[in-house]
């Protein structure tokens, strides 16, 4: 079966509002061979987010976005092209941004282990809510309910510093901060197993203006071809 463990948490990088940046790096990190990278994160000031890592010769790609406010305050997922090979090396990952710099930054990086499929074929299903008002609860809808066999993966973006937001039932909180310039929080929460929904509701409503969104993985064995590689 599937499982997650956080391989970096960033509780916020607060770049300034003046004094942006156009990229941000994890700090260092040693990944677990078979495993498959996933990159939870969002930004304030910028939009287009793609990612880069420094070693393991893995790419990512963005399997979806959420809104905070506005287009220039997003979040995403991204997930490696591969699963990490023998003998890794320490490595960090990038998130770069094609909008102009950023305010500041948040970044999760999870480690999957138990999976076979990788990039676009590793997400069943991507679900968002964008922009949802201050007093409402937070929420996403899959457009199928969810295998109970399956990992999902969710994250929301408010204004407060930490995000402080209670978690869904029977999900695990990974990571909740923020930073101060603009006021920006991010909560980022994992199910291994056991949710059975099309629905994820977080336990209370937001104090703020949100947004959030949220993957469910497809942990089943691999489509391989007769050559032993994965189908794309």
Same mark, same amino acid.
């Given at each position: 079966?599937?499982?997650?463990?956080?391989?970096?948490?960033?509780n916020?990088?607060?770049?300034?509002?003046?004094t942006?940046?156009?990229?941000?790096?994890?700090?260092?990190?040693?990944?677990?061979?078979g495993?498959?990278?996933?990159?939870?994160?969002?930004?304030?000031g910028?939009?287009?987010?793609?990612?880069?890592?420094?070693?393991?010769?893995?790419?990512?790609?963005?399997?979806?976005?959420?809104?905070?406010?506005?287009?220039?305050?997003?979040?995403?997922?991204?997930?490696?092209n591969?699963?990490?090979?023998?003998?890794?090396? +320490?490595? !960090? *990952? =990038?998130?770069?941004?094609?909008? &102009?710099?950023?305010? %500041?930054?948040?970044?999760?990086? $999870?480690?999957? #282990?138990?999976?076979?499929?990788?990039?676009?074929?590793?997400?069943?299903?991507?679900?968002?809510?964008?922009?949802?008002?201050?007093?409402?609860?937070?929420?996403?809808?899959?457009a199928?309910?969810?295998?109970?066999?399956?990992?999902?993966?969710?994250?929301?973006?408010?204004?407060?510093?930490?995000?402080?937001?209670?978690?869904?039932?029977?999900?695990?909180?990974?990571?909740?901060?923020?930073?101060?310039?603009?006021?920006?929080?991010?909560?980022?929460a994992?199910?291994?197993?056991?949710?059975? +929904?099309? !629905? *994820? =509701?977080?336990?209370?409503?937001? &104090?703020?203006?949100? %947004?959030?969104?949220?993957?469910? $993985?497809?942990? #089943?064995?691999?489509?391989?071809?007769?050559?032993?590689?994965?189908?794309?």
């Amino acid at each position: 079966m599937a499982a997650v463990t956080v391989a970096y948490a960033q509780n916020g990088v607060d770049s300034g509002s003046t004094t942006g940046a156009s990229s941000y790096a994890s700090g260092s990190f040693t990944p677990v061979a078979g495993d498959l990278i996933i990159i939870i994160c969002d930004v304030t000031g910028s939009s287009g987010i793609t990612a880069t890592a420094s070693a393991n010769g893995i790419t990512f790609i963005n399997v979806g976005t959420w809104l905070q406010g506005t287009s220039a305050n997003q979040g995403a997922i991204l997930v490696a092209n591969k699963l990490i090979g023998g003998s890794p090396s +320490s490595m !960090t *990952v =990038t998130i770069n941004l094609s909008g &102009g710099n950023a305010t %500041g930054a948040d970044i999760g990086v $999870l480690r999957v #282990s138990g999976m076979s499929n990788t990039g676009a074929r590793a997400v069943r299903q991507f679900a968002n809510n964008d922009n949802l008002g201050n007093g409402t609860t937070p929420n996403i809808v899959f457009a199928n309910a969810c295998l109970t066999s399956n990992v999902v993966i969710v994250g929301i973006s408010n204004v407060l510093n930490p995000a402080a937001i209670t978690p869904p039932t029977n999900f695990t909180e990974r990571g909740d901060g923020g930073y101060s310039t603009p006021t920006h929080g991010f909560e980022w929460a994992t199910r291994d197993s056991g949710h059975t +929904s099309k !629905t *994820v =509701t977080w336990g209370a409503a937001a &104090g703020t203006v949100h %947004g959030e969104g949220g993957i469910e $993985l497809d942990t #089943s064995a691999a489509d391989i071809g007769a050559f032993g590689v994965q189908m794309s």
